[in-house]
């Protein structure tokens, strides 16, 4: 019921910002808790940020904390990532994620819904 669209990807220099944005639509968005995940080639999907439906409740990776700010839109269905200071090792395919309950959680297994993901490259 639920579909999610990543965009705003693309290649960045060291540095550098980018704001991924995930849209929403086709479904319920309140009640949700909200993710953002990445996979780099050759590793395991990882979880990045998440928030909870008021927004009032925020969880980072160690390696993106005080870096990447995850936020939400409700009134437009959409959830935001934004990352300065990027680095080489955050070259990855980002993915949005949703499940329909207000609990977090880091495992990508327990999200319902997910994104096609979209390429953010870091150069060096």
């Known amino acids: 019921q639920v579909q999610l669209v990543e965009s705003g990807g693309g290649l960045v220099q060291a540095g550098g910002s980018l704001r991924l944005s995930c849209a929403a639509s086709?479904?319920?968005?309140?009640?949700?808790?909200m993710g953002w995940f990445r996979q780099a080639p050759g590793k395991e999907r990882e979880f990045v940020a998440g928030i909870s439906w008021s927004g009032s409740i925020t969880r980072y990776a160690d390696s993106v904390k005080g870096r990447f700010t995850i936020s939400r839109d409700n009134a437009k269905s959409t959830t935001y990532l934004q990352m300065d200071s990027l680095k080489p090792e955050d070259t990855a395919v980002y993915y949005c994620a949703a499940r329909p309950y207000l609990s977090s959680s880091y495992s990508a297994k327990e999200y319902n819904y997910w994104g096609q993901g979209t390429q953010v490259t870091v150069s060096s």
């Open positions: 086709g479904g319920i968005f309140s009640n949700t808790y």
